[in-house]
């Protein structure tokens, strides 16, 4: 039974930092890449970045780059479990988070919800003024 299980998730005023966890489990994710995606109210799901599972290669929203950090335990045994550092959150930022995997490092189409095999819950990041 596959889950991802994202956590880390709250409130937080403008300019603060969160950061969220997913842990994968219940079949191998050797060579599967993470990424997270949100989605707001009212709005389609987004992609906000992504890593490879080497975590040699990340990919990052323009609306993120340079304030979120995606990574993802460097030990074999623990390589399921990706992060995203969120620093100098805004209130546009808020949304629920989601964690999600794929097969493969594909920066074309990383962005793209359908790529995606397997899917976390979401963890809800609410950022006030």
């Known amino acids: 039974h596959v889950q991802l299980v994202e956590t880390g998730g709250g409130l937080v005023q403008s300019g603060g930092s969160l950061r969220l966890s997913c842990a994968a489990s219940g079949r191998s994710f050797t060579n599967y890449a993470m990424s997270w995606f949100r989605q707001a109210p009212g709005t389609e799901r987004e992609f906000v970045a992504g890593i490879s599972w080497s975590g040699e290669n990340r990919l990052y929203a323009d609306s993120v780059k340079g304030r979120f950090v995606i990574s993802r335990d460097s030990r074999e045994a623990t390589k399921n479990t990706v992060y995203l550092a969120m620093n100098s959150l805004q209130i546009e930022d808020s949304a629920i988070y989601y964690c999600?995997?794929?097969?493969?490092?594909?920066?074309?189409?990383?962005?793209?919800?359908?790529?995606?095999?397997?899917w976390g819950q979401g963890t809800q990041v609410t950022v006030s003024s």
């Open positions: 999600a995997t794929t097969r493969g490092w594909n920066p074309t189409h990383m962005r793209s919800v359908s790529l995606y095999n397997y």
